[in-house]
């Protein structure tokens, strides 16, 4: 009976030891699912933050990109401005210059080639006298109206006012800045 006593004792710790490694066993699966579980939730909370700060990097350089390119065609259109503001500057003077006179014979000899019938030439009071001179020189019949302010140059009108053709330096200035804007962009681009 001794034996028998013992022999249940054994088994019954036997059978104890089973359960409590059966439980242990289950409950370190379910422990060890959890922290994989944890362990990929915070790999995924590490990659979303990553992918975050990347974005932000990213889109941190295209607005600095963006930023010095709008700071370059600044710079260039300054470039330019600043080329035509001197090219204006140097116009002012025109008048003193011996050329001025060859130029003006040329822009009304060829007006009054263009020019179909009578028509009138609107001057600045400071060419008058040249342009009476010119007009005379070329015996052309041109009506002279000193009403204009400009570097030089002149605005020739037909006698039914339909026809107006710019003529001043101003304008073949702001033709010629038109024209020799992209001419102008290509070479500051090193083109």
């Known amino acids: 009976?001794?034996?028998?006593?013992?022999?249940?004792?054994?088994?019954?710790?036997?059978?104890?030891?089973?359960?409590i490694q059966q439980t242990t066993g289950s409950l370190a699966e379910r422990?060890?699912?959890?922290a994989r579980a944890e362990g990929e939730k915070v790999r995924d909370q590490h990659y979303a933050a990553a992918e975050r700060a990347i974005a932000?990097?990213?889109?941190?350089?295209?607005?600095?990109?963006e930023r010095n390119k709008l700071d370059i065609l600044r710079t260039k259109d300054d470039v330019f401005q600043k080329t035509f503001n001197e090219a204006e500057k140097?116009?002012?003077t025109i008048r003193d210059d011996p050329r001025y006179r060859t130029f003006l014979d040329k822009v009304i000899t060829g007006l009054s080639g263009e020019m179909e019938g009578a028509f009138t030439l609107h001057v600045d009071e400071r060419d008058l006298e040249l342009c009476k001179?010119?007009?005379?020189?070329?015996?052309?019949e041109i009506t002279l109206i000193?009403?204009?302010?400009?570097m030089g140059g002149v605005i020739a009108r037909s006698?039914?006012?339909f026809l107006t053709v710019q003529n001043t330096?101003?304008?073949?200035?702001?033709?010629?800045?038109?024209?020799l804007r992209s001419e102008v962009f290509r070479i500051l681009n090193g083109g």
């Open 133 to 140: 001179g010119i007009v005379a020189y070329h015996g052309l």
């Open 90 to 92: 140097k116009l002012e």
């Open 56 to 65: 932000l990097e990213r889109s941190a350089i295209l607005t600095a990109r």
């Open 159 to 161: 006698s039914d006012g």
């Open 1 to 19: 009976m001794y034996e028998h006593l013992i022999e249940t004792v054994e088994l019954s710790a036997e059978e104890k030891i089973r359960e």
């Open 31 to 34: 422990i060890r699912e959890e």
């Open 146 to 150: 000193p009403d204009i302010s400009c």
């Open 169 to 179: 330096l101003e304008s073949r200035l702001q033709r010629s800045k038109e024209v």
